[in-house]
């Protein structure tokens, strides 16, 4: 099966973009492995409590996909400047304990990983 790699690096309900990448997802796995690395302010999109009136909860349908098999990472230096610590035991399949299910801080050595293993990647940004 072929791998498909997005990036996003926008925070959730600033742009569409989080909810565009979900709807990528959801049709991709159908031919690809798909890995979803969030950058800069994209670490925000997992974070727990987020109750938005007139949106999807981006963090929810983030752990919908992790269920399904996407690997979802989150930058840790961008994650510790907003607030989000890696813990080294993991809870639910992640590892921050104000993080959804499924979503894991790691590094942008994994990005280099999920990025050389790719066949196509995707950039969702501003």
């Not at 963090?59 to 907003?82: D, N, P, Q, S």
């Not at 790691?106 to 990647?121: H, N, Q």
Request: charged share 25%; net charge neutral; aromatic share 10%.
């Amino acid at each position: 099966m072929k791998t498909l790699t997005i990036v996003l690096t926008d925070g959730p309900y600033i742009s569409e973009y989080a909810e565009i990448a979900c709807k990528l997802t959801e049709e991709a796995l159908r031919w690809y492995h798909v890995n979803i690395f969030l950058y800069l302010d994209a670490v925000h999109i997992p974070r727990k409590g987020q109750t938005p009136s007139f949106f999807s909860n981006i963090g929810e349908l983030f752990t919908g996909l992790a269920e399904k098999g996407v690997v979802i990472r989150a930058c840790a230096r961008c994650a510790a400047a907003r607030g989000y610590i890696a813990e080294e035991n993991l809870e639910n399949g992640s590892n921050c304990k104000d993080y959804h299910p499924g979503i894991r801080i790691s590094s942008l050595y994994e990005l280099a990983e999920m990025l050389k293993k790719s066949d196509r990647v995707i950039s969702l940004s501003r």
